[in-house]
C-alpha cells in the first residue's frame, strides 16, 4: 500500500541540524522517497528498500511488458501537473509511460515544510519519482526553473526562451522513444497559466520536430548524436473545466492482479505523492479514466484508443529497420519473444515461479540476437530499434533473476564517502534456487573512484540456499567531487538550470549517478546476465527497524555561515556578526582556521580556530566584520572558507542562494553570505 514518510529518527534530525540547507531539503525529499519506496517493498532495482528477489509481482511486470511495445509520453510544465490515470493506463497495458515536466516546481508553495525554490524543486522532484515508481514510469525534466505565476505566453517564453525547451524536450523524445505524445495543455494562447501555455507549445512543437534530421538536440557529443525520433501520434489531454469538445475516453478498469488494487487506485496512489502540494487522493472503487483529445497521427479523431492506428505488437520493432533479410530475422526472432511472454504469463504462479526461467532464457537469446542484427541492419531508426530492444532484454534479464530467486544487495559502512579516505564495501549474493549458481565477477565503480574497482577474482559457485559475500576497502579519489544533484553544480543562467559541466547523458533526469554502484556478473540457468544495483548505507533504527540512505560524498569538513543575509544601512558603522558551524567527515582529528572574505579596501576580520576530534564532531564560531561608513549601496557575497592545517580548502558544494544575478567568485569556497548594504531615504 502507499505510505507516509515516517517521522525521522533522532540521528536524521541530529544530522539535518548539522546539514547544510541543501542537506535538510535533500533529507526531506529522500524522506518521501522512502515512504514510496516502501510501498514498492520487493523491488530489486530500488536501493533504498532491503534487498529482494522481486519475486512474482516483477516477474508478471515483466512479462508483460516483453509482450508488448506500447510508449508514452506525457508533457507538462510542473509537478502535479501530469495525468496520473493515463500514466497507469499505459502500465496496465504492458507498456512505458514518460512524464516530462518542463520545471521542478521551485516556484509553488509547500504544505509540509518551509522549503522554497531550489530546496521544493528538490523535494518535487522525489514526489515526482515516486510516483512513476507507484505507476512503474519514467520521469525527465528540462532546464527550466519555476520563477512563478505568469499570465501570458509571451512572459513564460522570455524567460525560458522556447528554443532551449525545444532543445531538451527534442532530447527527452529521442531517448525514451515514444509512439504517443500527450500534451497536457492546448498549443498556444489560451486563459491558462502562461508556463502551462509554454508546455502546450513544446509538446505539439517536439511531436513535429523530434523526428526531423535537420534538427539538433544540442550539447554536443552523445546529446547531438542521438538520431531523429518520430512519434505516431499526439494528443492532448480534454479539458478538465467542462468545456464541450470531442473527447476519446481512456477507460481504468480492471485490478492490478498482483497486489489486488485497481488501476484506478494506483492512479490514486500516484497522485496523492505530491504531498507538498496538497494533492492527497482517497483510492476510490470502481472504474474510472482520463479523456483526449486527437490532434495528430494514429487512426485520426475516430479512434477508439490512444493506440488506435499504432501496431503494439512486439514485432512492431522490427518494422524500424530497412526491408531486407535482417528485419525479417528480426521479426520472426520478437514474434516468438512474445509468444513465449505470453505463454509464460499465462502459467506465471508463486508455486511455479520457478518454472519461467526455461523460456526467460529463450526469451534473452532471442533478444540478444535480435538486438545485434537490428545494430548492423543499418537505416535511419535502427539505432533506435536496437536501443528498444536492449531495454527489453534488460527486463528479461531482471525477470530471470526474479524467477531463479538470486538476491543482491551492495552496502557501505557509512553514509558518507571522504575524499582521499576508504571506504568498507561489501556485495552479497544470495542464491536461494536448489540449483548452483556460478558468480563471474563483481565490480564496483562510479563518480567517486578514480577506476573500476574488482571485489573478486577468478569467480565463485554458490550452491543452493547459498550466501556469498565479497568485502573490500575501497579508496575514495582524493578529488572525487561532492554529491549534489547535477543540476546545481553551476549557478543558473537567469531561469534556466546550468547543465554544461556534466556529461551530456544525464540532462534530462531526475539526479545525476550515485556515487558507488557495484555490478555482478552471474551465470544463471545457463545464461550470462550483469546486474548493476547502487550501494547504499543501511542501519537499524530502534523504533523503525532496517533505514536505508543513499551515499553522498563529502568535503573533510562542511561548512554553513549564517545568516544567510545581512542588512543594514549604507550610513551605518558597527559591525557585523557571521556565526559558522562546522561539520567532520575525517576519520582523524581535524584542525585549522576560518575567514571571511571582504572586498578591496574592507578592514580584514580575523580569522577563526577550530579543532574537530572526531567523524562527525562539530565546532562553532563567530566572526565579526566590520563594515566601513559610506560603503556604496548594493549585494556584496562573502565568501566564508576553511582550511586545515595541512593546507586543505574546500570547493563549494551548490549554489548557496536563489538571487540568479549573484554568480560565485572564481576560487572556490564552503560557504557564502550575503551582505546587502541599503541607502535610506528619509520619508
Known amino acids: 500500500m502507499d505510505t507516509i514518510p515516517a517521522m525521522p529518527s533522532k540521528e536524521q534530525l541530529s544530522v539535518a541540524r548539522g546539514a547544510t540547507a541543501l542537506g535538510r531539503a535533500l533529507l526531506l525529499a529522500l524522506s ?18 532491503p534487498a529482494a528477489g522481486g519475486g512474482l509481482a516483477l516477474a508478471d511486470r515483466a512479462l508483460a511488458r ?17 495525468d496520473s490515470a493515463l500514466l497507469a493506463w499505459v502500465a496496465a497495458q504492458g507498456g512505458e509511460g514518460a512524464y516530462l515536466s518542463l520545471s521542478r516546481g521551485e516556484g509553488g508553495q509547500n504544505l509540509i515544510g518551509p522549503e522554497m ?4 524543486g528538490l523535494v518535487r522532484s522525489e514526489e515526482l519519482l515516486g510516483a ?21 505566453l509571451s512572459e513564460a517564453l522570455e524567460r525560458w526562451p522556447r528554443e532551449v525547451l525545444l532543445e531538451d524536450a527534442v532530447r527527452v523524445v529521442r531517448r525514451f522513444r515514444p509512439q504517443i505524445i500527450v500534451s497536457i495543455f492546448r498549443d498556444g494562447e489560451s486563459a491558462t497559466h502562461g508556463q502551462h501555455q509554454a508546455a502546450g507549445v513544446v509538446a505539439h512543437a517536439v511531436y513535429r520536430l523530434a523526428g526531423d534530421f535537420a534538427v539538433d538536440a544540442g550539447g554536443g557529443g552523445a546529446a547531438s548524436a542521438l538520431p531523429p525520433w518520430q512519434p505516431q501520434a499526439l494528443y492532448r489531454r480534454a479539458s478538465w473545466r467542462g468545456e464541450e469538445e470531442p473527447a476519446m475516453e481512456v477507460p481504468l478498469a480492471g485490478l492490478n492482479a498482483v497486489d489486488g488494487r485497481s488501476w484506478r487506485q494506483i492512479a490514486a496512489a500516484s497522485r ?9 487522493s482517497l483510492q476510490r472503487l470502481g472504474p474510472g479514466g482520463s479523456r483526449v483529445v486527437w490532434v495528430a497521427g494514429g487512426a485520426g479523431a475516430g479512434g477508439s484508443s490512444p493506440f488506435a492506428g499504432i501496431d503494439t505488437s512486439l514485432t512492431a520493432l522490427a518494422e524500424l529497420l530497412p526491408a531486407g533479410e535482417s528485419r525479417n530475422e528480426v521479426k520472426a526472432l520478437l514474434a516468438r519473444v512474445q509468444v513465449a511472454a505470453e505463454g509464460a504469463r499465462l502459467e506465471l504462479a508463486p508455486a511455479r515461479l520457478r518454472e519461467i526461467t526455461v523460456p526467460l532464457a529463450g526469451i534473452i537469446e532471442d533478444l540478444r540476437a535480435a538486438e545485434k542484427l537490428a545494430a548492423a541492419a543499418g537505416g535511419p531508426d535502427a539505432e533506435g530499434a536496437a536501443a528498444l530492444i536492449a531495454e527489453k532484454r534488460s527486463v528479461a534479464e531482471r525477470a530471470l ?18 575524499p582521499g579516505q576508504s571506504a568498507e564495501l561489501a556485495v552479497s549474493v544470495w542464491n536461494t534456487a536448489v540449483r548452483p549458481l556460478d558468480v563471474l565477477a563483481v565490480t564496483v565503480e562510479g563518480p567517486a573512484l578514480d577506476e573500476e574497482q574488482a571485489l573478486i577474482e577468478g569467480g565463485a559457485r554458490l550452491v543452493g540456499g547459498e550466501l556469498g559475500e565479497w568485502t573490500s576497502s575501497v579508496p575514495i579519489a582524493p578529488n572525487a567531487r561532492p554529491t549534489i544533484p547535477y543540476f546545481l553544480e553551476r549557478p543558473r543562467e537567469g531561469d534556466l538550470y546550468d547543465w554544461s559541466g556534466h556529461p551530456p547523458g544525464a540532462w534530462g ?26 550501494v547504499v548505507h543501511a542501519y537499524a533504527d530502534q523504533a523503525v527497524g532496517e533505514i536505508r540512505r543513499p551515499l553522498r560524498v563529502v568535503p573533510t569538513v562542511e561548512i554553513e555561515a549564517s545568516p544567510p543575509l545581512v542588512m543594514r544601512p549604507a550610513s551605518g558603522d558597527g559591525v557585523t556578526a557571521i556565526s559558522v558551524r562546522l561539520r567532520s567527515h575525517s576519520v582523524e582529528p581535524v584542525a585549522g582556521w576560518v575567514e571571511v572574505e571582504v572586498p578591496p579596501g574592507w578592514p580584514p576580520p580575523p580569522k577563526g580556530e577550530f579543532t574537530i576530534a572526531d567523524r562527525g564532531g562539530g565546532a562553532a564560531l563567530t566572526l565579526d566584520i566590520e563594515v566601513p561608513r559610506g560603503v556604496a549601496p548594493g549585494r556584496y557575497r562573502l565568501p566564508v572558507i576553511a582550511e586545515l592545517t595541512g593546507g586543505e580548502r574546500f570547493d563549494e558544494a551548490f549554489p548557496t542562494t536563489d538571487y540568479p544575478h549573484v554568480r560565485p567568485r572564481p576560487r572556490p569556497v564552503a560557504a557564502a553570505v550575503e551582505l546587502e548594504v541599503l541607502e535610506l531615504v528619509a520619508p
Open 66 to 82: 516483453l509482450a508488448t511495445h506500447a510508449r508514452v509520453l506525457v508533457v507538462g510544465a510542473h509537478p502535479d501537473d501530469e
Open 132 to 152: 512513476r515508481s507507484i505507476e512503474g514510469n519514467r520521469q525527465f525534466f528540462t532546464r527550466a526553473y519555476d520563477f512563478g505565476y505568469t499570465k501570458t
Open 32 to 49: 518521501i522517497a522512502v515512504g514510496a519506496a516502501t510501498g514498492a517493498a520487493g523491488d530489486p532495482t530500488n536501493p533504498l528498500v
Open 272 to 280: 496523492s505523492m505530491h504531498r507538498s502540494q496538497d494533492m492527497g
Open 509 to 534: 533526469e531526475p539526479f545525476g549517478p550515485p556515487p558507488l554502484t557495484a555490478e555482478v556478473r552471474l551465470r544463471v540457468g545457463g545464461i550470462e546476465v550483469a546486474v548493476r544495483r547502487e
Open 401 to 418: 533473476l526474479a524467477a531463479e530467486g538470486v538476491v543482491l544487495d551492495a552496502r557501505a559502512d557509512r553514509g558518507t564517502l571522504t
Open 117 to 120: 525554490g531550489v530546496g521544493l
